[in-house]
């Protein structure tokens, strides 16, 4: 059990031009699962080596319960990791690789036994303990991977992207069978994915990082419902959040959010922290789910309708995407319907939105505003 | 029928096997060419030189099986075998040890000189043999190991490193990094990372390396006749280049001895060959 603190944590490699991680600070709490997500080359990974003690730190602290570990060589700081690759050892058979570790932390070999045999109980490989690593299935691999990390009873588990060398079926019952273990063994515990979906599912606080910053942190919902930034709300959801070019006005008392020919309405709540962009170009963000074919019953006061065209149908079975092109706006919009819509493409009708679920960012801060 | 199809008997048999045929007349011309003259030593270490002389290319009859017994104890040869094994196991030994510390270091580290190190190391394969006689000649008399097999130790582990460095760098250069920073988060040192992960996953590649150091240094003539010079001291080489004095050829013992002499060649391609190729065709250390 430990509380993990990361501060101002800087990494610059030796002729790049950038630094890889810059300025990441944060704090994981005791029990805390904490998901680090971003784009590939954002910097996560090396934010976790450093945290691991295998990358060297070029500026900042890493403190475990309190006592900064910068000088602390990797194998006294008392963490496991599971790698992307799983780096099970090809030469030893899976019992090893589970015992490995333990053997040389000066274990006795009873306790390394019922360990290994409670671990792989646990796991499912009760049955795979004489097998080598290539006789295994990739979600084999991946359970011997985790079981190592749970035979040494760290104080600290570190995930690098376990799933992705999955397939698509396997990755997410071994999701769940994470969340589960987690659950019942509740170690701190860290996760680097690149995967917006393990990130919602998995953790307690997601990290969301992005060329080298932390650009929110927060739960997973959260962060969803209030992105910090055009980054952010592009990044997390799938199809990801529209972004529409804009301008806030004042009509008749109220404020709008001029989208081309259209104006819709916004909340009188958010009016007041709004009134120094009026009359300037704003970016409305508008995620799929809140375009309606129909408005839905009951939440009518904020509902507005656009005039819309559709130029793409997607059925996915359980619903359907459309691409919609908005009257008198260059972008297109992506909106996600119930599956039994009778739209075709061309066809014109007008997209109902729910102006309380619009998102307004700084076009030139690409931060949000309210 | 697959089997047919896969040897070139099948929808269009004339031209497939005429395209094989290339082929396997060079493999026949190959094997005749390396087996034959193999072929030929092996009937002559059975015959008497005067039954050589008589008919070069006859076969053994009747069959001289006493030669090996002869030229294992009527000549010093059950001395040159000894030498020639205490010097080729220690010198293969030490050249693998060392080897493979260096090819590890220069294949994980990334320290400061490191591409200076390994260039300094490659740069012996670049060198002839012939260059450092003299030098090597001067060295050892000067440290007291000319004329021993310490001395011809040492010269052979020199001037093997190299290689050895180079085939084994490139092999543990290709396992994953991530293996050893689990090896690294399971607790281990440097040095034990070294024996417990590297080892053992670059095992084919050390036996690859065994098993050439062992073929040339077993077969290694140059040094060996510039550096040793008492009759008790001689390798095998040198040993076998004994039957043929300046007064006396005598062919017949020289197959016998070059028969011997292959036979420890032939059991440690035997021992090693099949992780050898094990290792090659695995190809995946994941």
Redesign the interface.
């Known amino acids: 059990m430990a509380v993990i603190t990361v501060y101002k944590l800087c990494k610059r490699y030796s002729g790049a031009s950038a630094p890889a991680v810059d300025d990441v600070s944060f704090t994981v709490a005791d029990r805390e699962f904490m998901v680090l997500l971003g784009p590939s080359g954002c910097g996560k990974s090396t934010v976790l080596r450093m945290i691991a003690g295998l990358e060297p730190i070029t500026s900042g602290t890493v403190a475990i319960d309190g006592r900064v570990v910068n000088d602390v060589p990797a194998k006294a700081r008392d963490i496991a990791m599971v790698f992307q690759s799983y780096a099970l050892y090809p030469h030893m058979s899976v019992h090893d690789n589970l015992a490995f570790g333990l053997r040389r932390r000066d274990v006795a070999g009873a306790e390394i036994e019922r360990r290994v045999q409670s671990a792989a109980q646990m796991l499912g490989l009760a049955d795979l303990l004489d097998r080598k690593p290539h006789a295994l299935s990739g979600g084999q691999r991946q359970r011997v991977a985790l079981g190592r990390a749970i035979v040494r009873d760290p104080k600290l588990f570190l995930f690098d992207e376990p799933l992705s060398n999955l397939d698509a079926a396997l990755r997410v019952t071994t999701r769940n069978e994470l969340i589960r273990q987690q659950h019942e063994i509740g170690t701190t515990s860290i996760y680097v994915t690149h995967d917006q979906v393990e990130a919602m599912t998995m953790g307690d606080r997601v990290c969301i990082m992005n060329e080298g910053k932390v650009v929110q942190i927060g739960a997973p919902l959260e962060v969803y419902r209030q992105p910090a930034d055009m980054f952010v709300a592009r990044f997390l959801g799938s199809p990801p959040m529209n972004l529409l070019k804009g301008r806030l006005e004042i009509r008749e008392g109220r404020t709008f959010a001029v989208l081309g020919g259209a104006a819709v309405a916004l909340p009188q709540r958010t009016e007041s922290s709004l009134a120094m962009h009026v009359g300037r170009d704003v970016i409305v963000g508008v995620r799929p789910e809140d375009l309606y074919e129909v408005a839905p019953p009951g939440e009518l006061a904020s509902m507005a309708t656009l005039p819309a065209r559709v130029t793409t149908v997607e059925p996915l079975g359980g619903e359907t995407l459309l691409v919609l092109s908005l009257d008198g706006c260059s972008e297109e919009v992506m909106a996600r319907i119930g599956r039994h819509t009778a739209l075709r493409r061309g066809d014109r009708f007008d997209v109902t939105l729910d102006a309380a679920t619009i998102h307004l960012f700084d076009p030139a801060a690409t931060k949000a505003i309210v | 029928m697959q089997l047919a199809r896969q040897l070139g008997f099948g929808q269009m048999p004339g031209f497939e096997q005429l395209r094989r045929l290339p082929l396997v007349l060079f493999a026949a011309l190959y094997t005749v060419i390396t087996g034959g003259p193999l072929l030929w030593v092996a009937t002559m270490s059975l015959r008497t030189t005067a039954e050589i002389f008589k008919s070069p290319y006859g076969f053994p009859s009747p069959v001289h099986w006493e030669k090996f017994v002869d030229a294992w104890t009527k000549s010093n040869y059950a001395t040159y075998f000894w030498n020639s094994t205490i010097v080729v196991v220690i010198a293969v030994a030490l050249v693998t040890v060392i080897g493979s510390m260096a090819a590890h270091c220069l294949a994980r580290y990334h320290f400061r000189g490191s591409r200076s190190v390994r260039f300094l190391i490659l740069s012996g394969l670049i060198l002839p043999p012939q260059l450092l006689i003299l030098a090597l000649f001067q060295i050892l008399l000067e440290m007291n190991l000319y004329n021993t097999l310490t001395g011809l130790i040492l010269v052979y582990v020199a001037t093997h490193v190299a290689m050895t460095v180079y085939i084994l760098e490139g092999f543990f250069a290709q396992i994953?990094q991530?293996?050893f920073?689990?090896?690294?988060?399971?607790?281990?040192?440097d040095f034990?990372i070294f024996w417990?992960?590297t080892v053992?996953?670059g095992?084919p590649a050390i036996f690859t390396t065994v098993t050439l150091n062992f073929i040339i240094l077993w077969n290694e003539f140059l040094f060996a006749v510039v550096l040793l010079t008492e009759d008790d001291k001689r390798t095998l080489p040198l040993g076998i280049m004994h039957f043929t004095g300046s007064h006396q050829l005598d062919v017949g013992m020289v197959a016998t001895g070059v028969m011997i002499a292959i036979v420890p060649v032939i059991l440690i391609y035997a021992f090693t060959s099949e992780t050898i190729i094990k290792g090659m065709t695995?190809g995946a250390?994941?």
């Not at chain 2, 920073?181 to 040192?189: N, Q, T």
């Open positions: 994953p991530d293996l920073d689990a090896a690294r988060m399971d607790g281990y040192s034990e417990r992960v053992p996953i095992m695995a250390v994941r």
